[in-house]
Each structure stands twice: as structure tokens, then as C-alpha cells.
């Protein structure tokens, strides 16, 4: 017990350190609390800690000296940084619109159901479009005889047979095997609520009544490629499609027999969008295709593999697998997870995490819902929508207040009207239905624009990153201003700096080089033995510009790219060194060797002259901003960081 509250008290004293001022400048302080999270977000492995949050804590004041300066000279106002915040702003906020452990729940169960394929019986009765209680009655009983005789095992046949009278006609359909995402959320909650051979409920729609069958799972397959050779039929000809078989079988045997499948496909082929590409199909998952054409697809084991001709409605099909994704067995396939992931925010699923997020914001924000006749708010919608006029119903007109929120903003008739008018949604013949439909989308909508325009006021990560931006962008505007255009500018600046810091600047061991980079190995080798034929490097370069790129001049040896170490020496050609990543090719020609510590010219070490005086103006710049904004740290709080 003595230890717990121990433990409490160190978290108080550690929560209340955090929260402590640990440096000003000025009149300006930053709390430990600010300078953690920087120093967490910026740090790199270092052995030594307590230097390293040294080193960051002196950076970090420089930082905001820097910051300051800049909004001292009001440069956040300026039109050009203002819309920079503005588009991240927009760019990011729509990470912070959302329930992240709903989300999360989503992206977790599409996973889990990304493992099983599914082969799925589908019944649909459909309503009528103006359906009578008395029909809505008969058609019930219609789908639950279907449901009775699907829990009997009865055959589809008999169903359809037994069902379809009295003007009800019952559509039977194999859907084959499917997926996550293959069918519409509400359906593959049903079909993944299933046991394998288990019948869902009947389940209504608008359109009519469902009733789904599991019946038979299996591992999910992922996805697959193939390549196809297509004898095309059309549906109903029975002759041609003997002579369509006869064809396959003959195709078949010459590839067997060691025939080429692309040339085949080039030559049989009746596919015209695969058939010059050797037949090659993009990759598919499961139920992109007819269940018969993916049963077979699915059932060839091995890349390589050439299935016998099979027919389908659309002819006779050779196909021959290319290659096959698996589904990755958990969550650490990166890519696959972020695949998965935008399928789930581009779904219907979605809405959940969204509705429940506007739950969750609505007492935050403050809402509250005046008392309003809606037949009033219908009729003065009416008639806006309809005939443009302003009318009052009782007492609602367009200026009346639906609904406010806790930062005094109200929400009028005006706004839902622009809203209908804006989404389009309300359908002519049934307003009013519409409207009733609409109304709580509308009031989510406008929860949601006034918790996104307060955004930074809810949520602190939010508010940081914004403000992070905001410095950064500062940092660079001032920084242009105050070092880095200041240097470049300042010809007689930089020569003055070199004058007096030439034993800076020497050259290493160097050389005179020219520095090839070619589209590839080949090109590398082609453009060697040119030069190796007297051919100059420009001549090169211009003839195969897309492919060569040189540039030439003086390079200390350490910058000249080679695959191991080697005596360098005058009219030298390197082996060429490949990128692996992009297959590319660097090579080089030495012209001329020069010994080491020789004497940098002023143009030699320009680009070292502009970085070391950039260094040398940020310096003085800082030693003035710490005169202008002194700098206090209490050592005791950094001490308690350290600890």
C-alpha cells in the first residue's frame, strides 16, 4: 500500500514539472510539457540522454527566438503563409473528424473477414412500388415459406416452384464465393453472422425481402493473375460452340506440346482487350468474376499451371496462372493494411464511425434544439424550393432560429434551405417525406462544420500540429529574409569571408571528371566503348539525352561513385555502379589527378563559402535576438526532465 501512494506522488510531482514554465525569453514562456513533446517527436538514438536534451533544449531556444522575431514582424499575416495554414489546415482536419476507435473497430473486423471466402444462396422477393398493407402481408409470408424450406435443406427448385404463385415471383441466386467488400454492408453483416449451411432472417429493404444462405467456406484465395486465351461463343448458338471446343482442344494440345501461350493468345485469342498482351488479365479477387470462371481460376495451384479448355455463356476459356497475392495472415502487411484501410473509409460502413462521432460532439459543441412546428418548416421550405419565395407559416420564416451551439453561432431556416438546395436531395412529389429523411443528415452536417471550425478548442493534437506548421512556415520566411537570401546575395560579403578564412578551404585528393548517369547497365556500356572510340562525352549526352546525363568538373575522389576501392589514375573509365533500387547506371572518366591539400579558388569553395557565412550571419542574428528577448532556464525543472 505504502508503495502505491509513493508511486501517486511521484506522478503528481512529475505531472505538476511537466506543466512548469522551463525557459523564457522576453516576455515569452514555454512549459517543459511543450519542449518534451518537441524534443519526443524530433529526437534521434543517442547514447548519451542528458547531453542530447541538452543539445535539443539550446536548439529549441534558438527556435523560438527565431519565431518570435518573425511574428513580431507580423510575417503570419502575410496573404501567401496565411493560405499555406489555411490548405493544411483543410488537408488535415479530416483526421480529426472521426471516431478513431470506431474506425479501428472497423478496419479490425474487415480484416478478420478478409481470411474466409464465403459461398453464398441469395432469395429476393421484391415489393411492389405501391405496396398495400394486404400485399406487404402476402409477400411476408411468401419469403418466410422460402425461409422454412431453406432450413428443410429443400432444393432452390422446389422453392422457386412452390413460391412462385399468386403474382409473387422469387429470384434464386448463386452469388458464388465472396469477400469483404463484395457485397453492401448491411448484406455481409448478415452473411458474415453465418454459420457454414446456416440460413440468415428474412431481411427487408426498401426494394424487397433478402434471404441469404451460407453454404460452404474456405480460406480466403486474395487475389490472383492469370492470362487467358478466349474461343468466344454466342450465348444460344449450339453448332458454332462444337466448333469452338474442336478449336480450344487443338489450341490446347499445341500448348501442352510446348506451344507459346502469349503467341497463342496473339493469334486465337477473341478477348480484344487482353489478346496483344499475351492474354494477360489485370489481377482480380474474388467475385469480380462469374463463379464458374473463378472456380477454375482459383483451382490452379501452381504459377505456370494451364487449366484444359472450360466453358462459360461467354465460350471456351484456356487460362494460365501468372502469379497469386495471398491474404497476408495478420496486420503487418503494410501495404495490404492501407488497401484495406481506404476501402473502409470509402464504404458505407463508414457512416457508423461518423454518426457516432456526432454523437459524441454534439454536448461539446453545445447543442440545442429549438422548439419548431415542422408542417411550418415544410411548408416555408415548399416554398423557397418550389417558388423561390419567403413566406411565414405561423411563426417560421427563413430567419428562424433551428438550432445553437455553446459559441453563441445559430443555425436558421435559411441554412437547411441552402443545404437542400446544395445536396439536392429532396425529391420532387414526396417534400415532405424527403425532408423528414433529410433533416437529421442536415443537423449532423452542421454539428460537424461548427466542431470543425473549433477544432483547435477540442483537441490538443490537432491544435499542435496547426501551430507546428504555423512556426515552420514563420521559421523559413524569416530565415530567407535574415540568412539564407541575405548570404547568396551578398557578393561582397562571401568574397570578404573567404579573404579571411582561406585556410578553410583545401581540396582533398581531387581530380578532373566527368560523371556519367545512364538509364541502365546496358546504356552504361554502350556510352563506355563510344568513349573508348575517341567519342566526346557531349556528343554522347546530346545523341541520347533521354537516357544520359553528364556533368563534368573538378570532384574530390571521395565523391566519385565506385563499387570498391581503386587507384585512380588519368584517362580511367569506372565500372559502373547500379542502383538496385531503380536499375540505373553511374560511371566515370578521369581526366586529371591533383594531389591533396591544394588551394580552393573563391569559385572552388563558393558552395562552401555560402553555407559556412549563412552559419556566420545566423550566429550574429541569434546573439542579437538573445539581447532582444534574454533567455531564462530553470535548471531545476530541466534537471527534473532529466530525471
Known amino acids: 500500500m505504502k508503495k502505491l501512494v509513493f508511486l501517486f506522488l511521484c506522478s503528481l510531482l512529475v505531472s505538476s514539472g511537466f506543466c512548469q514554465t522551463l525557459f523564457t525569453y522576453g516576455k515569452h514562456a514555454i512549459s517543459a510539457d511543450e519542449f518534451i513533446r518537441a524534443y519526443n517527436k524530433n529526437k534521434t538514438a543517442n547514447s548519451d540522454n542528458d547531453q542530447a536534451l541538452r543539445d535539443y533544449l539550446n536548439l529549441y531556444i534558438n527556435f523560438k527566438l527565431k519565431v518570435q522575431e518573425a511574428k513580431d514582424q507580423h510575417l503570419d499575416t502575410l496573404p501567401s503563409l496565411e493560405a499555406d495554414l489555411q490548405n493544411f489546415r483543410s488537408q488535415i482536419e479530416g483526421n480529426y473528424l472521426k471516431d478513431d476507435k470506431e474506425v479501428k473497430a472497423l478496419d479490425n473486423e474487415a480484416f478478420t473477414r478478409s481470411q474466409k471466402d464465403i459461398h453464398v444462396l441469395h432469395f429476393f422477393i421484391a415489393l411492389p412500388d405501391q405496396a398495400t398493407p ?33 403474382g409473387i415471383s422469387v429470384q434464386e441466386n448463386d452469388l458464388g464465393f465472396v469477400t469483404v467488400f463484395t457485397l453492401p454492408y448491411e448484406f455481409e453483416n448478415i452473411v458474415y453472422g453465418l ?37 468466344a461463343v454466342p450465348a444460344g448458338f449450339i453448332a458454332p460452340r462444337a466448333q469452338t471446343k474442336k478449336l480450344a482442344d487443338s489450341v490446347y494440345n499445341l500448348l501442352i506440346n510446348g506451344g507459346d501461350f502469349a503467341e497463342l493468345a496473339k493469334i486465337y485469342s477473341t478477348d480484344r482487350m487482353t489478346y496483344m498482351d499475351g492474354g494477360i488479365m489485370p489481377e482480380f479477387g474474388v467475385a469480380k468474376y462469374k463463379p464458374d470462371f473463378e472456380k477454375m481460376a482459383f483451382s490452379l495451384t501452381h504459377d505456370g499451371e494451364i487449366s484444359k479448355p472450360f466453358e462459360t455463356e461467354f465460350g471456351y476459356h484456356i487460362i494460365k496462372r501468372i502469379a497469386a497475392t495471398p491474404v497476408p495472415p495478420d496486420q503487418n502487411d503494410d501495404n495490404f493494411m492501407a488497401d484495406l484501410k481506404q476501402k473502409v473509409s470509402n464504404d458505407s460502413r463508414i457512416e457508423i464511425a461518423k454518426q457516432k462521432f456526432v454523437t ?6 453545445g447543442f440545442k434544439e429549438y422548439k419548431v412546428n415542422k408542417e411550418n418548416l415544410w411548408k416555408v421550405t415548399d416554398s423557397s424550393l418550389l417558388g423561390n419565395k419567403n413566406i411565414t407559416a405561423g411563426n417560421v420564416n427563413e430567419k428562424t432560429n433551428l ?18 438546395r446544395n445536396t439536392n436531395h429532396a425529391q420532387a412529389g414526396a417534400m415532405h417525406e424527403s425532408y423528414k429523411q433529410l433533416f437529421p443528415g442536415f443537423i449532423s452536417a452542421s454539428a460537424v462544420e461548427n466542431y470543425r471550425n473549433r477544432l483547435q478548442d477540442f483537441n490538443a493534437a490537432f491544435k499542435n500540429q496547426i501551430n507546428e506548421f504555423k512556426e515552420g512556415n514563420m521559421l523559413f520566411e524569416i530565415m530567407q529574409r535574415q540568412v539564407w537570401g541575405k548570404a547568396s546575395a551578398d557578393s561582397t560579403g562571401l568574397r570578404e569571408y573567404y579573404n579571411l578564412h582561406k585556410d578553410k578551404y583545401w581540396w582533398k585528393p581531387s581530380a578532373d571528371a566527368i ?5 541502365n547497365e546496358n546504356v552504361a556500356k554502350s556510352s563506355m566503348e563510344q568513349i573508348n572510340k575517341g567519342k566526346s562525352w557531349k556528343d554522347i549526352m546530346n545523341e541520347n539525352a533521354s537516357q544520359v546525363q553528364a556533368d563534368s568538373g573538378r570532384f574530390e575522389l571521395t565523391q566519385i561513385p565506385v563499387n570498391e576501392k581503386i587507384d585512380f589514375s588519368p584517362e580511367l573509365i569506372t565500372s559502373p555502379v547500379i542502383n538496385k533500387t531503380g536499375g540505373t547506371a553511374v560511371f566515370t572518366q578521369i581526366l586529371k589527378l591533383y594531389p591533396n591539400h591544394q588551394q580552393r579558388n573563391f569559385e572552388d569553395a563558393r558552395g562552401l563559402v555560402i553555407s559556412d557565412y549563412q552559419n556566420f550571419l545566423e550566429e550574429k542574428w541569434i546573439e542579437k535576438l538573445k539581447k532582444q528577448y534574454p533567455v531564462k532556464v530553470d535548471e531545476k525543472v530541466f534537471k527534473a526532465l532529466l530525471k
Open 134 to 166: 394486404a400485399d406487404t402481408a402476402k409477400y411476408y409470408q411468401a419469403i418466410s415459406e422460402v425461409d422454412r424450406q431453406l432450413k428443410l435443406n429443400d432444393s432452390p427448385e422446389n422453392i422457386l416452384k412452390n413460391v412462385n404463385k399468386d
Open 195 to 231: 454459420k457454414q449451411g446456416q440460413v440468415g432472417n428474412s431481411y427487408r429493404t426498401k426494394k424487397g425481402w433478402h434471404i441469404f444462405k451460407n453454404l460452404e467456406e474456405r480460406h480466403a484465395f486474395g487475389k490472383i493473375k492469370i492470362a487467358q486465351i478466349l474461343f
Open 360 to 365: 459524441e460532439i454534439l454536448p461539446k459543441i
Open 403 to 420: 438550432f445553437s451551439y455553446n459559441n453563441n453561432a445559430k443555425v436558421k431556416v435559411s441554412d437547411w434551405i441552402l443545404y437542400l
Open 515 to 519: 560523371i556519367f548517369s545512364c538509364a
